[in-house]
C-alpha cells in the first residue's frame, strides 16, 4: 500500500490560486494514475483531474476546465493541481488518490477505481 501525502490547501479568495501537492511514499510505476477528489459538505465525492505517469495523459471535470491544470514531477512521485481563478463552489476537502493499474478512461474518474487515498485538505474559497 502507498502512502499518500497532500499539502498545500488553504483559504484563498474568488478568482485566486492555488497549488496542491500529492507525495506518494515509494516510487510509482509508469502505469499510475493519480487523481484528485474533491466532497464538499453534503455531497457526494465528485472526480476534479488525474494524471497518468506515462505520456502523461491527463483528465479534467468540465467544471475545471481551463481553470486547472494537474502535472507530475517523477523524481519527487508528486502530482500537482494546480488551481487557478478559483471559485467559492470549488470550495471542498480534496482527495488525492492513487492506482498502479493502467486505469481505461471510463474508470479515471470513478473513486472506486482507485486502492489508495490520502486523508485530505481543506480548500475554502471565500466570495
Known amino acids: 500500500q502507498v502512502q499518500l501525502v497532500e499539502s498545500g490547501g488553504g483559504l484563498v479568495q474568488a478568482g485566486g490560486s492555488l497549488r496542491l501537492s500529492c507525495a506518494a511514499s515509494?516510487?510509482?510505476?509508469?502505469?499510475?494514475?493519480m487523481a484528485w477528489f474533491r466532497q464538499a459538505p453534503g455531497k457526494e465525492r465528485e472526480f476534479v483531474a488525474a494524471i497518468v505517469w506515462s505520456g502523461p495523459s491527463t483528465y479534467y471535470a468540465d467544471s475545471v476546465k481551463g481553470r486547472f491544470t494537474i502535472s507530475r514531477d517523477i523524481a519527487k512521485n508528486t502530482a500537482y493541481p494546480q488551481m487557478n481563478s478559483l471559485k467559492p463552489e470549488d470550495t471542498a476537502v480534496y482527495y488525492c488518490?492513487?492506482?498502479?493499474?493502467?486505469?481505461?478512461?471510463?474508470?479515471?474518474?470513478?473513486?472506486?477505481?482507485?486502492?489508495?487515498w490520502g486523508q485530505g485538505t481543506q480548500v475554502t474559497v471565500s466570495s
Open positions: 488518490a492513487s492506482d498502479p493499474r493502467l486505469l481505461r478512461t471510463s474508470q479515471v474518474q470513478v473513486a472506486n477505481s482507485y486502492y489508495d
Open positions: 515509494r516510487r510509482t510505476v509508469n502505469t499510475n494514475t
